[in-house]
């Protein structure tokens, strides 16, 4: 079956910090990858995406590439600020029957100042 | 352009009553999913519809839980006889079509707690 693993949080770093966030899937076919921010209270806002394997997303510094070889899609930022502090959460979007969104548990980041 | 819009943002019930959920997709957007997130985890699939049609209700718990999106208005999801488990956040997405190059659009969630 479809599957996403995050790795737990909490995450806390410092501000300017260097982040990475790993997310591994499972997958029958080849799904679109997906990693979304949510900021407390609020619904899910598209960070970036790929739709193929060695595609790279990118988006507000964060960036994250599509590895079929090891069937990853791990999000880093090379400096984080304070503002990012937020849960992040990798999805697939499946690829047989109807197309819907399988989701990460989640991680949750703190940076501080 | 108007992004997904739900309604109520919070909506507190006691056991035993209903909970009506309510989104409008972005303009020009025909499909329709529902997600829930319980407190601390992920969000799950419930449904997706389109149009006058549940086309996966995979998701959907068997008992109490429907949905609908009618021809006009917003798409509906329902609950009836609400118990404390049915306390999380729900969330409706849309898109323009379904395809695997297709995003998903959340709107801002409804978070019910039932009492």
């Known amino acids: 079956g479809n599957s996403v693993t995050q790795m737990e949080g909490p995450v806390t770093l410092s501000e300017e910090a260097f982040l990475t966030i790993n997310c591994t899937y499972t997958?029958?076919?080849?799904?679109?990858l997906f990693w979304y921010v949510q900021y407390p209270g609020e619904g899910l806002q598209l960070l970036l995406k790929a739709t193929k394997a060695d595609d790279k997303g990118s988006n507000k510094g964060f960036e994250a590439t599509y590895r079929k070889e090891t069937t990853s899609f791990h999000l880093e930022k090379g400096s984080v600020q304070v503002s990012d502090s937020a849960v992040y959460f990798c999805a697939l979007l499946t690829t047989s029957g109807t197309y819907k969104y399988i989701f990460g548990t989640g991680t949750r980041l703190k940076v501080l100042a | 352009n108007a992004g997904v819009m739900q309604n109520p943002r919070h909506l507190v019930r006691r056991r035993g009553q209903e909970a009506r959920l309510r989104c409008s997709p972005m303009?020009?957007?025909?499909?329709v999913y529902w997600y829930r997130q319980l407190p601390e985890e992920g969000l799950k699939f419930m449904v997706y519809l389109q149009k006058e049609n549940i086309i996966d209700e995979s998701g959907m718990p068997k008992e109490r839980f429907s949905a609908e999106f009618p021809k006009e208005g917003p798409s509906i999801l329902r609950i009836q006889q609400v118990v404390r488990g049915d306390s999380a956040a729900y969330f409706c997405?849309?898109?323009?079509?379904?395809?695997?190059?297709?995003?998903?659009?959340f709107g801002p969630g409804t978070r019910l707690l039932v009492l």
């Open positions: 303009k020009g957007h025909s499909h």
């Open positions: 997958a029958t076919g080849y799904p679109s």
């Open positions: 997405a849309s898109s323009p079509g379904s395809g695997v190059q297709e995003t998903q659009y």
